[in-house]
């Protein structure tokens, strides 16, 4: 069992940045996948990335590339996620979470193949 704890949330104008951290504890499998998620009020929950562990191999939706950055810690047990140029449409509760494997296109349904999730935190973008 993975265990994951986001942090970093928080309110931050449009134009800002903020770098939101999952730490992970518990076995993590070698080729396992750090997935960052959204959730807007009223919205269904979006990959936003993933990145491969073994390989540092990253993987963004259109939404975010160019803005947002995912990277791992030299222990791979903390996981982070730079937010440029912030947008009021970014403003959600960002999850982590792991699955076995990082999908080579981030879509709907991707949320389905992770099975261990942080408990989120908030991210506000004011105009």
């Known amino acids: 069992e993975v265990q994951l704890v986001e942090s970093g949330g928080g309110l931050v104008q449009a134009g800002g940045s903020l770098r939101l951290s999952c730490t992970v504890s518990?076995?993590?499998?070698?080729?396992?996948?750090i997935g960052w998620f959204r959730q807007a009020p009223g919205k269904e929950r979006e990959a936003v990335s993933c990145?491969?562990?073994?390989?540092?191999?990253?993987y963004y939706a259109d939404s975010v590339k160019g803005r947002f950055t995912t990277s791992s810690g030299n222990a791979k047990t903390t996981f982070y996620l730079q937010m440029n140029s912030l947008r009021p449409e970014d403003t959600a509760v960002y999850y982590c979470?792991?699955?076995?494997?990082?999908?080579?296109?981030?879509?709907?349904?991707?949320?389905?193949?992770?099975?261990?999730w942080g408990q989120g935190t908030q991210v506000t973008i004011s105009s």
């Open positions: 979470a792991e699955s076995n494997w990082c999908p080579d296109r981030l879509v709907a349904t991707t949320h389905l193949d992770f099975g261990s």
């Open positions: 518990g076995f993590l499998f070698d080729d396992s996948g």
């Open positions: 990145i491969d562990v073994r390989h540092g191999t990253t």
